[in-house]
């Protein structure tokens, strides 16, 4: 830069290395995008999009935590996965703890900037189904038989564990006929049954069920509709 006298040099010195050290570079561009946690029944997905400049044969690389640890752990199934998404059921696990994931993409110009999803706690941030429901008839009596929905978690004898056991719920029956609700019955979820009396003889009645955390209202979607005939 030769004629250019000394300020101006250091100037523009600086705007160069300004510009090489700040401009976004190809790898930023790669990085996913809204990196985030969905649950349903405490199975726990990693969730992410493609960034807009993505490219043919790029892959995915996950990384989890519990909030307050220093270190970070691959997620070892989700090592140069080609999907969206990551099970971390099984490593977040604890319905108390908080964690945190993060994932970056790599192509063949290399990794893309870690991305870290927000801060998930499964007993606040899961939603629940609603529970199936059987309905059995004897004359103007109608018992409900509730069966709560189950955590991909499985317990020592091999069977996934119900919610219940993770977390306190409410189970909400919605009596209707003719499209119109007749009654709101609710049990916690220790009861697995629920007896319905006084019902009219010869009538049709739909039932819909709801789950419902108490100490939040939070309400899962109803059910299918059930239905059964009084005699």
């Not at 990693?46 to 490219?55: E, I, R, V």
């Not at 110009?109 to 870290?116: D, E, Q, R, T, Y």
């Not at 979820?189 to 939070?218: D, F, M, N, W």
Request: with cysteine; glycine share 4%; charged share 20%.
């Amino acid at each position: 830069m030769s004629g250019l006298s000394g300020p101006l040099v250091l100037v523009c010195w600086i705007t160069i290395l300004c510009w090489a050290d700040c401009s976004p570079s190809q790898q930023d561009d790669m990085a996913p995008l809204k990196v985030e946690f969905h649950s349903l029944d405490f199975r726990n997905i990693l969730h992410w999009k493609h960034p807009h400049m993505s490219a043919n044969g790029l892959k995915y690389f996950v990384q989890y935590k519990v909030y307050g640890d220093k270190e970070w752990t691959n997620c070892e199934h989700c090592q140069g996965t080609r999907m969206l998404q990551c099970d971390l059921s099984e490593v977040t696990s604890d319905p108390r703890e908080w964690y945190y994931a993060k994932v970056r993409s790599h192509s063949p110009k290399g990794p893309s900037l870690w991305v870290i999803s927000p801060r998930f706690h499964p007993q606040w941030d899961t939603s629940f189904s609603p529970p199936r429901i059987r309905p059995r008839v004897t004359g103007q009596v109608i018992s409900v038989q509730i069966r709560p929905p189950r955590s991909p978690l499985l317990g020592q004898n091999g069977n996934r564990i119900r919610v219940t056991k993770l977390q306190k719920l409410i189970f909400r029956i919605y009596l209707m006929h003719n499209d119109v609700e007749e009654e709101v019955l609710e049990t916690d979820s220790c009861s697995k049954e629920l007896v319905i009396q006084g019902l009219r003889p010869k009538t049709t009645y739909c039932l819909h069920a709801v789950s419902v955390i108490p100490l939040t209202g939070r309400k899962s979607l109803r059910s299918s509709s059930t239905c059964i005939r009084t005699h």
